[in-house]
């Protein structure tokens, strides 16, 4: 199956700070990786460079098999959940996803099912500034899933989410999966990952130290849960 | 383009800021034409004073707002929009709030009291002014990655041009007084956009020989007729290279 991203020798620094060093990886058509690092370990800067929202200082990331630098189309095929959220503070929310659908052209094919789920149609009133944290994760999520995009990038859903809303999300997740999807997921909580995860991908200062089956790594361990197997490779390894 | 253009003017409508310096404007412009028969005094009255507010309030605004409006930047970049389409949105945006707000601040009473050539030459040099500093805002807003540096730098800019530059300017005659430095003064008249405003009303005025060294010097050296054009044409590169230089940096930033 051809991959869908690659990323070939990605190097991204931020003044001095080298943020991602050499990073080469892919992703196929479709299925769920989880990424995983330490924080500042550079996961949010790839996606970001996925997205174009990171300008790399080197190499190139190709999505469906075009270079996206200078591009932006590609961007109808991904619905982005960032790990903060920011909206203008004086839209409500009815606004902003009238603001996306119009933005974007595209009225037909929605994806509200999160929208009815976490009950933000009932709140369309409200302006973003006053939104509680959890409540601005909920919006991104809807946002992100809105326009039924081929990729799915969520970089710590769950995070600021109370576990009934994250138990919707995680359900959301399984079903975007099972339409056979592409969904890129960073998190550190590490039981989440085990329930979604096909793939993980284990990032550190910069370089990616494996990407494999999430069955492959729990065999390599010896261990039945992620946590556990984790950690001992990690402690093998130093 | 015009969609996020749409957004940002609906946003701006909101604030209480440009309905504000409107009104400001407005109220300025009355009381000068009220208080002075003379037409030409009041337009010359009004011309000083714009020339100071009018960059003042474009460039600190604009960049002011560019920064409030990061979210939304970050939000239109991860959607399948291009980045000069963002940016060229953003200015369109802001540029045509606040010259709405000079258009009905000063060019309505202008026409009223005082409808002519003069006073189109005086909206037209306005408009400009407004549209170069937005231009100048942009270019600080995308160069610093803080507010607080960003506001800094519009207004060392607005420093720069209408305080600082007529100081250069005479510490230079007077070092070099025993040239002929004439032609060097008007070439260095074009590095100000205030300069070049105020030079352009002025020799519409045909009084130009009475407010200051270089604009005596234009009225000699082209004759109004030239030198009009020529400082529009000088105006109009202050509005658009800081914006094409701002595009630039835009389109390799990170967010
Ligand atoms: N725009 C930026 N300017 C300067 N430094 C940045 C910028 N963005 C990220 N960094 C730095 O890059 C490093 C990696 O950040 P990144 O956000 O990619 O980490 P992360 O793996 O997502 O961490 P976390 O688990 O905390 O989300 C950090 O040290 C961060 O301070
Ligand atoms: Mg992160």
């Keep these: 199956m051809e991959n869908i991203i690659e990323v070939k020798q990605l190097k991204k620094s931020f003044g001095k700070l080298q943020v991602l060093k050499e990073v080469n990886c892919s992703f196929g058509q479709g299925g769920i990786v989880g990424i995983l690092g330490p924080n500042a370990s550079g996961k949010t800067t790839l996606i970001k460079s996925i997205l174009g929202m990171v300008i790399p200082d080197a190499g190139e990331v190709y999505f469906g098999g075009k270079p996206v630098a200078r591009s932006f189309d590609y961007k109808k095929q991904i619905g982005y959940m960032p790990q903060i959220g920011r909206y203008p503070d004086n839209m409500k929310i009815g606004e902003l996803f009238k603001m996306m659908k119009d933005l974007r052209n595209v009225h037909d094919n929605l994806d509200t099912d999160l929208i009815s789920a976490y009950g933000l149609d009932a709140m369309y009133d409200k302006a973003m500034r006053t939104l509680s944290g959890g409540t601005r994760q909920k919006v991104s999520a809807a946002l992100a899933c809105l326009f039924n995009p081929k990729v799915l990038i969520l970089d710590e859903p769950t995070a600021g989410l109370d576990p009934l809303a994250a138990e919707i999300l995680k359900d959301k997740i399984h079903a975007e999966k099972a339409k056979g999807k592409l969904i890129l997921i960073t998190s ?23 990407h494999k089956p999430l069955s492959a790594l729990k065999a390599e361990a010896g261990e039945q849960k992620l946590g556990k197997a984790l950690t001992k490779i990690l402690t093998q390894n130093v | 383009m015009f969609k996020i253009a749409k957004y940002i003017a609906l946003d701006i409508i909101k604030s209480k800021v440009v309905m504000a310096y409107t009104l400001l404007l407005m109220a300025i412009c009355i009381s000068v034409f009220l208080t002075d028969a003379d037409v030409t005094k009041g337009l010359v009255s009004i011309t000083t004073i714009m020339l100071i507010i009018v960059p003042l309030v474009s460039v600190v605004y604009a960049t002011t707002y560019y920064f409030n409006a990061a979210e939304f930047t970050e939000l239109l970049v991860s959607q399948p929009i291009s980045r000069k389409n963002i940016l060229l949105g953003k200015y369109i945006g802001i540029s045509s709030s606040i010259l709405s707000a000079f258009l009905i601040g000063v060019g309505v009473p202008v026409l009223l009291f005082a409808f002519g050539s003069t006073g189109i030459i005086l909206i037209l040099t306005g408009s400009l002014l407004t549209l170069c500093f937005i231009s100048l805002a942009f270019l600080a807003s995308v160069a610093m990655r803080d507010k607080a540096k960003g506001i800094g730098l519009a207004l060392m800019i607005w420093f720069y041009c209408s305080i600082i530059f007529d100081g250069l300017v005479l510490v230079f005659l007077y070092a070099l007084s025993d040239y002929p430095l004439e032609k060097v003064l008007i070439a260095i008249t074009a590095f100000n956009p205030i300069d070049l405003a105020r030079i352009l009303v002025l020799l519409q005025l045909d009084i130009a020989a009475l407010m200051g060294y270089t604009g005596a010097l234009f009225q000699d050296f082209f004759g109004s ?31």
């Design chain 2, 225 to 255: 007729g030239f030198g009009i054009v020529f400082s529009f044409g000088l105006l109009m590169v202050w509005f658009v290279v800081p914006l094409i230089i701002s595009l630039r940096v835009f389109r390799k930033k990170d967010l």
């Design chain 1, 188 to 210: 550190h909580i590490l039981t989440e990952v085990d329930e979604l995860a096909d793939d993980i991908m284990y990032l550190f200062e910069g370089n990616i130290k494996f």
